[in-house]
C-alpha cells in the first residue's frame, strides 16, 4: 500500500511539474488575484530594468515577414510567487486551504515534523493580466509572458524537501555545495551579488558569470546544500529560500523554466535576443522580492533579508512570507516569438 | 542482453560521472537530517590549505566587495527627457552630438521617458528606426547613443510638465536620473551645443565639450 500511494505521490509530482495540472484562463479570475499582491510588488524598482536599446536585431525564423528586424531591449516581470507557510496546505497568497488530505498523509508517515516550513510555487504572471484587460497587443513591444496561471510545487508531496536522501538522487550537483570548494564559492557568490545589489539594473559580465558559474552556491546564506530542509528551526525562511532556488534550479533543468537572458551558459546569443531556451539554472535572471509581511526591495538571491528574527513583530501574516520572484529577459522588439 | 543495455542507459542517465564515485562513500552522511552541521567540521579542516591556494591565485577574492567600490568613478551624463510627441529630427540631432562626443569623451546617455504606453511607443520607435540604412551616421548615432529608459519619479523630482529637457548629471553608476545627482538643467528645445555654451559660462571645465561640438571634422 506504501508503496502504491509513494508512487502516485511521485506520479503528481511528475504532472506538477510538467504543468499538466493547471487551468489557462483567458481573463483573470477576481477570486484568484492574490491578496495584497499588487500593493507589495517593487514597480520603482522595476522601472529601472526596462531598457530599449538603438541596435538592430534579425530573427529569421522561417519566411521573412515585416517586423522581424528589431531592436534589442530588456525587461522584468513578476513571473513566480512562491510562499513559506507553517500550516500544510494552507496557501498564503490565495487566503485558502486546500482540502483535508493533511490527515491522510500523517497516517502514512511522509509528513515532516513539527516546526519547518513548507514552501508552495505559483506562476502568476500579474503584468500580462494587467495588460490583457486594458486590450492592449503587447506581444512584440514587450514580451511578457502569457497569462497563466500554474501551481508549480508543493513540499507537502514532495519527499525529497525532508529526505535528503532522496535529493542527492535527483540532484547529485549538491556534493558541489557541501565540498570545501563550496565554501569558498559561496564566498565569492555572497560578494558577487551584494555588488550586483549596488546597480541592480547594470549589467556586469563578470559579476554576472561568477554568479552563474557558482550556481549550486546560496549567497550570503552561507554552506547550504540545494533544497536541504535542514534548518526548519533555527532559520525558517533561509530554507525557504534555499528551497525556491532548488526548485528553480530543477525546473530550469527539465525545461520548464526557460532561459531568457544572455550569459556565458548559451553560446548561440541569438536565440536568447529571439525566443527563449531551454538551458541551464541562470542565478542572475531571477530576483526575490519579499512581498509579505513587509515589501522589500527587488534584490540578487541570497541577499535578502530572511531571517526570521526580522520578521518576528510583524503578526499579520502569523509568521508566514510571500516572495515574488522576478523574471528578465533580453529580447528583439517587435520580433521576439518566446513568450515565456 | 537487452536487459543490461537497458540497465546500462538507466545507471547513465541517474548519475553523472563525476558524482557516481563519490555516492557510495558519502551516502550514509546523508541520511542525517543534521547534514551541513556535519560537514561543516570537515570543511573546516580544509579551509587554511584552500585558503592559501585562492589567496595566491586571486588575490583580491576576499577583498572583491571594497576592491570594486573603491575602483567606482563618477560617470558624466547626458540626459533627454522626451515623449513621442518630440518630432524626430530634433531626437536624431541630439543622438548625433552625443555620438560626436563619444568619441572622445567617456560620457553616459539616456533618454528618457515619464511612463510606458504602448501604442504611441511602439509608432514612434517605428517611425526612428525606419529607412536607418541609408544614412550611416546616423546608424551609427542610434547604435552607441540611444538607450530609452523610463522614470516617472524624476519627472516629478524635477517639476518637468513639458519635453524636451536637457540635463547634465554625474553618475556613480548605470545612467538613471533618479540615482544621478543632476548639476545642470535647461528646459525647451535647446541643441547640445547651445546647451554646453550656456554651462561653459557658468563652469570652464565644459568649454572643451563645446569645442569639440563645433568641430567641423
Known amino acids: ?340 | 542482453m537487452m536487459q543490461k543495455i537497458l540497465f546500462i542507459v538507466f545507471l547513465f542517465f541517474n548519475f553523472p560521472l563525476f558524482a557516481q564515485n563519490n555516492i557510495n562513500n558519502v551516502i550514509d552522511s546523508f541520511k542525517n537530517r543534521y547534514l551541513v552541521k556535519n560537514q561543516l567540521n570537515y570543511v573546516y579542516k580544509y579551509i587554511p590549505q584552500y585558503r592559501n591556494f585562492m589567496e595566491e591565485k586571486y588575490p583580491n577574492i576576499f577583498n572583491l566587495y571594497n576592491y570594486y567600490s573603491s575602483k567606482k568613478k563618477e560617470f558624466p551624463t547626458i540626459f533627454y527627457f522626451t515623449s513621442a510627441s518630440v518630432p524626430k529630427q530634433n531626437f536624431y540631432n541630439i543622438l548625433l552630438s552625443i555620438n560626436k562626443l563619444k568619441e572622445t569623451y567617456q560620457i553616459q546617455s539616456a533618454q528618457i521617458f515619464k511612463d510606458i504606453e504602448f501604442k504611441s511607443l511602439s509608432k514612434y520607435l517605428k517611425k526612428i528606426t525606419k529607412n536607418r540604412e541609408n544614412n550611416t551616421s546616423l546608424d551609427t548615432a542610434l547604435n552607441n547613443a540611444m538607450l530609452f529608459r523610463f522614470d516617472p519619479k524624476s519627472f516629478k523630482k524635477l517639476n518637468i510638465t513639458k519635453v524636451p529637457v536637457l540635463a547634465f548629471a554625474m553618475c556613480k553608476g548605470d545612467a538613471y536620473p533618479s540615482d544621478c545627482d543632476i548639476k545642470y538643467i535647461i528646459r525647451g528645445d535647446v541643441s547640445l551645443t547651445k546647451f554646453f555654451f550656456l554651462i561653459s559660462e557658468i563652469d570652464n571645465n565644459y568649454l572643451s565639450y563645446y569645442q569639440k561640438l563645433i568641430e567641423t571634422q
Open chain 1, 1 to 340: 500500500m506504501k508503496k502504491i500511494i509513494f508512487s502516485l505521490l511521485i506520479l503528481i509530482k511528475i504532472l506538477l511539474a510538467d504543468g499538466l495540472i493547471n487551468f489557462n484562463t483567458p481573463s483573470p479570475p477576481q477570486a484568484l488575484i492574490p491578496n495584497g499582491i499588487f500593493t507589495g510588488l517593487d514597480f520603482q524598482s522595476a522601472y529601472k530594468f526596462i531598457k530599449i536599446y538603438g541596435t538592430p536585431n534579425t530573427c529569421k525564423v522561417s519566411s521573412v515577414k515585416d517586423g522581424l528586424v528589431g531592436l534589442k531591449a530588456h525587461l522584468i516581470e513578476p513571473y513566480l510567487i512562491a510562499e513559506a507557510v507553517k500550516k500544510p496546505f494552507y496557501m498564503r497568497m490565495l487566503e485558502m486551504k486546500l482540502k483535508n488530505s493533511a490527515a491522510l498523509l500523517k497516517k502514512q508517515g511522509v509528513l515532516s515534523k513539527d516546526g519547518s516550513k513548507y514552501v508552495h510555487i505559483l506562476k502568476f504572471p500579474i503584468i500580462s493580466y494587467l495588460l490583457k484587460s486594458s486590450q492592449v497587443n503587447t506581444n512584440n513591444v514587450l514580451a511578457f509572458a502569457k497569462p497563466s496561471i500554474i501551481l508549480y510545487y508543493m513540499s507537502e508531496i514532495d519527499p525529497s524537501s525532508w529526505k535528503d536522501f532522496l535529493k542527492i538522487k535527483m540532484l547529485p550537483e549538491i556534493f558541489y555545495s557541501i565540498s570545501p570548494q563550496g565554501l569558498i564559492a559561496s564566498l565569492v557568490d555572497c560578494t558577487a551579488a551584494t555588488t550586483m545589489n549596488f546597480d541592480i539594473a547594470k549589467t556586469n559580465k563578470y559579476l554576472q558569470n561568477t554568479r552563474d558559474m557558482f550556481f549550486y552556491a546560496q549567497g550570503c546564506n552561507g554552506l547550504l546544500s540545494i533544497g536541504s530542509n535542514n534548518d526548519g528551526q533555527e532559520a525558517p525562511f533561509v530554507t525557504a529560500i534555499n528551497m525556491i532556488q532548488s526548485n528553480i534550479y530543477e525546473m530550469s533543468r527539465y525545461g520548464i523554466y526557460k532561459q531568457s537572458v544572455e550569459s556565458m551558459f548559451n553560446k548561440d546569443k541569438k536565440q536568447i535576443w529571439c525566443s527563449a531556451e531551454k538551458g541551464a539554472k541562470i542565478k542572475y535572471q531571477w530576483l526575490i522580492q519579499l512581498a509579505r509581511p513587509t515589501k522589500g526591495k527587488i534584490l540578487q538571491s541570497g541577499t535578502t533579508s530572511a531571517l526570521f528574527q526580522d520578521l518576528k513583530n510583524n503578526a499579520s501574516t502569523a509568521g508566514d512570507a510571500v516572495f515574488v520572484i522576478w523574471k528578465q529577459r533580453d529580447y528583439t522588439m517587435f520580433a521576439y516569438q518566446g513568450g515565456d
